[in-house]
């Protein structure tokens, strides 16, 4: 293993940017954020003069200087492939944040490149394969511990969202976590997707169905449900239910203390996304670094984005046709075996 | 309130029925058996023996003969037909244990003569509706606590069953209690109903798909799934959870010691069905017995029998054709309000 | 077993005589209270009319009577030994609320009349004995489930109690209870009890040390930790921990909704005493009364009463010594095995 | 504040010693082991040579060389004075694992050379302040959010420990723990100490009573109970409930997915103490690390070591004389404050 600092570039210095910048270079081992880019260059200057790295006006410039060994895209969605790209063409190591690209086209010429480059360099920020609880999970899958799987109960509820966040969001945004950790947890590809309604909560919008229900099929027969509740109007309450042949598993609940007070006896559970997956995001990103240095990618791939994007818009186009929509999939390339 | 004793004919006395005798006579207050009745003759002169009662072998004389107050039906389901009728023809009040009647139309017969009686005599076996939680997650509803209900998510899970069980009957006789206890839960009607496959569990046999799930919406739009796995290897476990607008409700857990061994802190759950309704069945009984002496029927009616297989035979029917089935229903009659 | 309602008279009319009568008649099976006394004559009239019993102004003459087969006493305390005496005499079952008597010594002229009469007629009301929670721990410990036991931690916490309610109190009102269902759980007598104090509640009041600890420890070497916290501001709590030499077993919580609300995720206990053990007295009563027309006294006995007191005083005597006392007691009589 | 690495010292590398030079070279930050020391030349060899530090075999000399920014002392306890003595000779930081020192008086001559020095050093390895669970408890304690703590029962349960546990070890060796978190965690100090004994466990061996009970009183009156049971026979567990005024808080149970089989519903707990800590003992190191670069000693000091040797000693006397002991002590140094 090099022992040397992996050399990190940002590109997009909002606030998930920051906090990846903030985590290597104050928690995490093993590398340092020394470049950065963004295309609001004033504010750009800022951060970087902020956290002691060079500003680069052009990202793509960055990434190719030979300056960093490995570059994080943080922009927001649009602009994921072209930096993305860039790093492939490269030839370095780089972790983009969810979605890979918003299209499932997108996803797909960022696979084609990749694998004409000859050499596995991508990697997607889902960052729930990194939460304790849902690897644990995945241990109690994988060895079979309790026959197989047969059914998934999921929720993902939120506190509040604001006007911006319409009903396509809950799949695309929200539900596109699971759409890849529940694949990843059960090992097999999906087969079909539904979306439905329920009543409306009256904290909703007008561009908002809230909640709703996404239905996923797996190809050996596993049916999943996963709710989407964003305007709980008080908590961040991941769940995640598993029935397999021998036993019943649930995601553990958070490990707050325990009060007894007013006649109540229970714990706090979380209020904000942020505090919920905290660690998650330190060991999906020590990880990261740990397998860019090894030469590998050890997480959510370019396929797994790709799959992810094509999951999503299937059940886009279940939503809006009202109709059970199968997910037409390639076979996965050697390549990312 | 008339303080004599009721006097109480059973209709059938396998098990159920000899369950219900044993508690009025040993357990609750206000009633007693003092006759009974079975197609089997020889086995139901015994039974009348044990429990000191009149053994009549004709169930529809012993409605009939002015000897006992009420009468409760525990005949095989084919049966309950005539004897609920025959109640209803003498003027006396009949508690007749779930189904109804098999067929929605035996059903709706029943209906149409208990109006034409001109009173309410029926009350049907659903037991859960007695079952302290399901009565504070009532309770919570009911006055808007929380707010409106918006989704549910059950679950019905059985330890094992035989080869008689079939697919049919996940519907039919496991999940026709969550159909009357989630319509009085959020009183209000059904809208639609259906039925899906996942994956099957290796206990299961030929003939039954399991787990199932059952989908119900209501009139209003709240949408419930309703998980069936009767052979889970293990457990008796029921559970109920309700998403509201401003919280999210659970039955509570079978209130059992706290287990620290072998490096597992937990609780033991009900292992079969007796165990987990028990004090259910007590409350309903002496319930009807006190509201049978008061002139009224309290508990779920003739036309919930009815509303119920109408339900159960849409979700059949959904599930044989794979489809969403509308439930198509009368107005409730103002004789039912 | 005799199929004749138990004829029974309460002795003592205050809220919990006629929370017995209400549950006697209303409730259980087998007895009714056909008679009443109580020292306030207009006020026990009032209370006989209620419930249809015949009017006694003197309990002793009740007892005498002749008309009744059993008698419950529900007096005050003192008044406890004078009646349960007069049921001796008259060689009818009495079932006598804690404390059998205030002083040791009243209860032992108690037992050596019983001893004198030949049979056992009483019982004492330690209603915990009939908790399922409790039946439950009992259970694992008879069995040796979960190897020995060896230490205890218990509390017994309460919302509020109002000035009347002093120091000795703690122990000779509230864990008094403890007192009985910690030795009948053990199944062997006490050693030694010490009574300590902590910091004090600003909730508390000049005559209260709020809260209290009593320990107690057994022949055989197990020590017993009772908190007692009266005034807790919230919660009526009752806990139970026993630690085995295999297993750390716990009283379960009560049976209530689990609610995730304001970011919170637990369930209501219980607010009031009354709420707590309502079962419990429920089943004592039943029980005694199944009991009593078996001619057996099968629940908590006069010896059983005997040694509570003397275990109370012992604790009352180490309390104001600031000292540990052993709890002198004689040998059992075969009468009470 | 300094951002080139913290150069430090390991004297003692047996299995904890390596486990910090893991820790501080692969997982945390702003710090380097690069050298290290035993008293084992040959092993210490070996084991500089695997984490590619410099070996000395003179441990002082390490200390004195100027080579090291920070030294951590992880010898076998006797030897913890005379490195932390070198350490303050030298003016370094020093994190000494627990205990400072075995003897009250070693505590009490590194005290007086610290406030010699006139400047800060040492800090002991006392890592449950760095647990979540445990600040979460402290931030409700310290804001008074519940009112005033009344009361703590606690336990220190292990699944076993070898014939080398003897009777003193529970108090020296495992609740030192607790002697110095609830110090902590209640901010003030303790008046006595006392130590019980119960029925034995069938698994412990004739030089070790097991379970034991330490009872501590502070100085306003809080009494505190901890339960030692060193063997189980399965699991690691930390019990920590706090009586409040408002409130009953309780440390976390250990976030493991929930598992529903063989009819018991529950969730895994520890089974060793490493897995237990493992997370309060990085964040503890990273913090030492962080405010030593800062000229700081934000931990446990010295003055806790040695408060934390004293009550371990009265709790011995007191147990070895079978007495409550009063815990003397002189005033806090200003220079702690």
């Known amino acids: 293993m090099d022992n040397k600092e992996l050399r990190i570039g940002v590109v997009g210095v909002g606030a998930i940017g920051r906090t990846h910048i903030e985590r290597i270079n104050d928690q995490l081992q093993g590398g340092?954020?020394?470049?950065?880019?963004?295309?609001?260059?004033?504010?750009?200057?800022k951060v970087a003069e902020n956290y002691g790295c060079t500003f680069y006006e052009d990202g793509e410039e960055m990434i190719a200087s030979g300056d960093i060994d490995a570059v994080i895209v943080t922009t927001i969605d649009p602009y994921h492939e072209q930096y993305v790209m860039a790093a492939i063409k490269a030839g370095i190591y780089v972790f983009c944040e969810k979605p890979l690209a918003p299209e499932a086209e997108a996803c797909k010429r960022i696979v084609e490149a990749e694998i004409s480059g000859g050499k596995q360099l991508v990697q997607v920020g889902f960052m729930?394969?990194?939460?304790?609880?849902?690897?644990?999970?995945?241990?109690?899958?994988?060895?079979?511990?309790?026959?197989e799987p047969l059914l998934l109960h999921c929720a993902h509820r939120n506190p509040a969202v604001d006007e911006?966040?319409?009903?396509?969001?809950?799949?695309?945004?929200?539900?596109?976590?699971?759409?890849?950790?529940?694949?990843?947890?059960?090992?097999?590809?999906?087969d079909t997707a539904e979306v439905v309604f329920a009543k409306n909560t009256r904290r909703t919008h007008a561009n908002l169905m809230d909640p709703q229900i996404m239905i996923l099929t797996t190809k050996s027969g596993v049916r999943i449900d996963v709710e989407a509740f964003v305007n709980t109007g008080h908590c961040?309450?991941?769940k995640c239910e598993v029935c397999c042949e021998d036993a019943i598993l649930n995601l553990p609940e958070p490990s707050n203390i325990e009060v007894c007070a007013n006649a109540v006896r229970g714990h706090a559970i979380h209020s904000d996304w942020s505090t919920r997956f905290v660690d998650a995001y330190n060991v999906e990103i020590q990880e990261w670094i740990n397998s860019t240095k090894e030469g590998?990618?050890?997480?959510?791939?370019?396929?797994?984005?790709y799959v992810g994007q094509v999951t999503a818009k299937a059940a886009s186009k279940a939503?809006?046709?009202?109709?059970?929509?199968?997910?037409?999939?390639?076979e996965k390339p050697d390549f990312y075996n």
């Open 32 to 45: 340092r954020v020394i470049a950065c880019s963004d295309v609001n260059t004033e504010f750009g200057k």
């Open 128 to 147: 729930r394969r990194y939460d304790q609880g849902y690897r644990q999970l995945k241990e109690a899958i994988k060895n079979r511990t309790y026959g």
């Open 164 to 190: 911006s966040y319409d009903t396509p969001m809950a799949v695309e945004n929200s539900m596109i976590h699971e759409i890849d950790v529940l694949r990843w947890l059960l090992d097999e590809d999906y």
């Open 236 to 238: 961040y309450d991941i």
């Open 296 to 305: 590998r990618v050890d997480g959510p791939t370019a396929w797994d984005g």
């Open 319 to 330: 939503r809006d046709n009202q109709t059970v929509v199968k997910i037409e999939m390639e």
